[in-house]
């Protein structure tokens, strides 16, 4: 198929004056609070080409002639660096980030919140950064007893809250969006389009197995107002090893136990990374499910994607590498684990 590149300036196509000087572009797709950014490399011999004008803003369309052309994100220009390396071609690169992650999100900030949801919660904080929210449905309705934003920006305050509640946060197309981590699905609570990827047709792929030793339970302790005492949750994972023990208590039992099922599900997720790199799909999209298949034994199954990064060059196929994460294991994946509170 053929492959089509727009970075659009208003309604101008940059890349029609960027064609005769065009090396290779490069757009990375992360989960959580990391920058996407896009980034590209022209031929700068004699240095003919201008610098970028600082925080503009562009928006980049990829996509195949044959099944049509999506836009991939909206960027402002930010640093740039040009030079030449052993008598190579000199080359000027522009890197752009994702235009959300600027101003207001970055911002520091003083409220507190008694008795409020999740979701009403990021909503205020969203609202701050001059953002929507948009929120997994098993997220919005935990109810915490109390909430404390310390001169902390917009985006560390919702990734920390929300991190709490086994969530991860992630800024993008004017929304402060919150995903369940490791499941798979949107902010909506639905499926994202599975990656699909096999050995034949494959252009690359490596994955480390971690041995690392399974947890039998991870321990989260919370200060019970009623007796004045500290006391502990206990969630059991099904599996052999020694106990996890959640640093600092938390401020009620429901608190605890979310901790202790968030932190599970990230140990988890430790026992396996790698990437693959396979043709580009303008339909994947970082936290979506990857299905691996024809690989051989550790490597066959379900991974889930952390980050995508897709680069064209000129007179080359497109290809997007994929990183992944071993799935997480646990009562909401198909294994088998419980919590219990103890005194």
Same mark, same amino acid.
């Given at each position: 198929?053929?492959? +089509? #590149? ?7 196509? @940059? ?6 000087? =065009? ?17 590209? *490399? ?8 201008? @610098?970028? +004008? ?8 990829a996509g195949y002639r044959e099944t049509g052309v999506s836009m991939i994100g ?13 008598? $190579?071609? *000199? ?12 101003? /207001? ?13 999740? $979701? ?5 904080? %969203? ?5 929507? #929210? ?9 109810? #915490? ?6 001169? %902390?920006? !917009? ?36 499926? @994202?389009?599975?990656i699909r990827v096999t050995r034949w047709g494959n252009s690359g792929w490596r ?30 994972? $099904?599996?052999? &090893? ?12 429901? /608190? %605890? ?8 599900? /990230? ?8 990437? =693959?790199?396979? !043709? ?15 690989? $051989?034994?550790?490597?066959?199954? *379900? ?39 103890? &005194?």
């Amino acid at each position: 198929m053929t492959p +089509i #590149l727009r970075i659009m300036r208003g309604d101008v196509d @940059l890349m029609e004056r960027m064609a005769p000087y =065009f090396v290779c572009a490069t757009y990375t797709d992360c989960v959580g609070d990391e920058n996407d950014e896009f980034e590209v *490399e022209l031929d700068d011999d004699a240095r003919q080409i201008p @610098l970028p +004008i600082e925080d503009e803003l562009v928006t980049v369309c990829a996509g195949y002639r044959e099944t049509g052309v999506s836009m991939i994100g909206v960027f402002r220009a930010g640093p740039w660096e040009t030079g030449c390396e052993h008598n $190579g071609p *000199e080359t000027i690169t522009i890197t752009c980030r994702a235009a959300t992650l600027s101003g /207001e999100i970055k911002a520091g900030g003083l409220k507190h919140w008694d008795n409020a949801k999740l $979701g009403a919660i990021l909503e205020d904080t %969203a609202k701050a950064a001059g953002l929507a #929210l948009a929120i997994h449905p098993s997220l919005a309705g935990v109810m #915490l007893p109390y909430a404390l934003r310390w001169e %902390a920006s !917009p985006i560390d305050f919702a990734t920390r809250l929300a991190a709490e509640a086994g969530g991860i946060v992630k800024p993008a197309g004017g929304r402060l969006v919150v995903t369940k981590r490791g499941s798979g699905q949107g902010a909506d609570g639905s499926e @994202l389009p599975p990656i699909r990827v096999t050995r034949w047709g494959n252009s690359g792929w490596r994955i480390k197995g971690e041995p690392r030793p399974r947890h039998s339970a991870v321990v989260a302790t919370y200060h019970d107002p009623k007796t004045g005492k500290r006391k502990s949750i206990r969630y059991a994972t $099904g599996h052999k &090893g020694p106990v996890h023990t959640v640093l600092h208590a938390r401020a009620s039992k429901d /608190e %605890a136990q979310r901790a202790a099922e968030a932190r599970a599900r /990230e140990l988890s997720m430790l026992t396996g990374s790698g990437h =693959f790199t396979a !043709p580009y799909d303008p339909a994947w999209s970082a936290g979506a499910k990857v299905i691996a298949s024809g690989f $051989g034994d550790g490597i066959d199954g *379900e991974w889930c994607s952390t980050s995508i990064s897709t680069t064209w060059a000129k007179g080359q196929p497109v290809l997007s590498t994929i990183e992944v994460q071993a799935k997480p294991e646990g009562k909401d994946d198909g294994g088998s684990s419980g919590g219990k509170g103890s &005194g």
